[in-house]
């Protein structure tokens, strides 16, 4: 979705009582038929512009099977909720007319047929980070590595299907992570670069943090080091010649590029899309290797970056514009007890889903890792040397 029909749902949704607070928001949703699907996945806020930043993007990217996305029939349900005279029926009736407008132009884009995707859970179990089962009797304390790759199994399913149902359909994939601190971006980030198909014939991503980038310049300056082999040697070549040497690279290898702390780039995200993005994916043609780009925002400000991003991939903008990934959110009790089921590595028994969800841990991610690594008599500060920074 472009950022002024985007930024204009933020608008309007703010006006609307439903957003006063959670609570009305959600009795409002269980109220309407077409709206229980996304009814009980709606998440709390501290203020009414949180909450409808939080919760539009459940909106964006919740399918119903009768109604297509949530969005539409929500704000269907907003307009019968108003006075036909007020000013806020008019708005949201010319939103619905954009809405309807801008899904029958993706309709009309070819979709990703049945055929063309493999089992989410075929790919998983390929994933060279699953280490055997073994019966509890046979486990041992586990050395770092081994519980490292155990705490990249944790939650994150959503988004890790997410990304394998875009690669699925086309070779090149640029997806953004986000959430707030603490949330477990880098974690979820080195997760999706281990999936099986991207690690076939991987070169070593190519990680940046754009806080210590001033201009696109600068950034295509930093790409083409690890191309080149030295500092020197990059500021010898143009632009033109280093989307060359990658396409070159892509011919037998896998190229993958991470952008840290995107959201401190402000007004100059979209040259990162316009100006380094697109030459390269315009030029590039795969046959079996991938082209990949994550872009991680720590401050959950997805809604306020000056970045284009698609809902979905089959979007016509993908890959051309990230797919905004689902927030990385505090880790459940389902989903911590699930994954202390699931593990292969031996914990003591005084690490329960019940102890990470109570304070100070209260599920955040890089809390439960901390307090995971000292049960195990680890720490977060070596194993974490792992993740792809």
């Known amino acids: 979705m472009d950022q002024e029909l985007y930024q204009l749902c933020k608008k309007l949704f703010l006006k609307c009582g439903q957003f006063e607070n959670y609570k009305s928001l959600c009795n409002f949703c269980a109220s309407q038929t077409e709206l229980e699907i996304v009814s009980e996945n709606l998440e709390d806020a501290t203020n009414p512009k949180k909450l409808v930043e939080i919760n539009l993007l459940k909106f964006l990217q919740t399918k119903s099977t009768e109604n297509g996305y949530i969005i539409l029939p929500f704000v269907k349900a907003l307009i019968a909720d108003c006075n036909s005279g007020d000013a806020l029926h008019n708005e949201l009736n010319d939103l619905k007319t954009k809405l309807e407008k801008y899904y029958e ?45 155990s705490i990249l199994n944790i939650d994150f399913d959503e988004q890790q299907n997410q990304v394998i149902e875009a ?51 600068s950034l295509w300056h930093e790409v083409a080091q690890p191309f080149f082999g030295s500092e020197q040697r990059a500021l010898d070549y ?75 991939h089959n979007e016509r903008d993908y890959p051309r514009k990230p797919l905004c990934l689902n927030q990385a959110e505090r880790f459940t009790y389902k989903k911590l007890q699930n994954w202390l089921n699931a593990i292969d590595v031996e914990v003591p028994d005084k690490l329960t889903a019940e102890r990470l969800m109570q304070r100070p841990h209260l599920g955040i991610p890089e809390r439960v890792y901390r307090q995971i690594c000292i049960e195990c008599n680890s720490k977060w500060e070596v194993i974490s040397q792992w993740l792809i920074l």
């Open 105 to 149: 132009n993706q309709a009309s884009q070819p979709k990703t047929t049945q055929s063309d995707q493999k089992s989410y859970k075929s790919i998983f179990d390929d994933d060279c980070l699953k280490s055997p089962k073994v019966s509890p009797s046979q486990r041992t304390l586990p050395d770092n590595l081994k519980l490292f790759k």
């Open 238 to 312: 143009t632009k033109g010649e280093i989307v060359d040497k990658i396409l070159e690279c892509l011919q037998t290898q896998t190229v993958i590029f991470i952008f840290f702390e995107v959201h401190q780039w402000g007004v100059l995200l979209n040259s990162l899309i316009e100006d380094f993005w697109c030459p390269i994916i315009e030029k590039a043609s795969l046959n079996k290797t991938h082209l990949v780009m994550f872009l991680i925002d720590n401050q959950a400000k997805v809604g306020e970056l000056n970045i284009p991003w698609v809902a979905d």
């Open 167 to 217: 690669l699925n359909r086309d070779k090149i994939g640029a997806f953004l992570i986000h959430g707030l601190q603490e949330h477990g971006q880098e974690v979820l980030v080195t997760r999706l670069s281990q999936l099986s198909n991207l690690r076939r014939n991987q070169r070593q991503p190519v990680s940046i943090k754009m806080g210590n980038i001033k201009s696109i310049d």
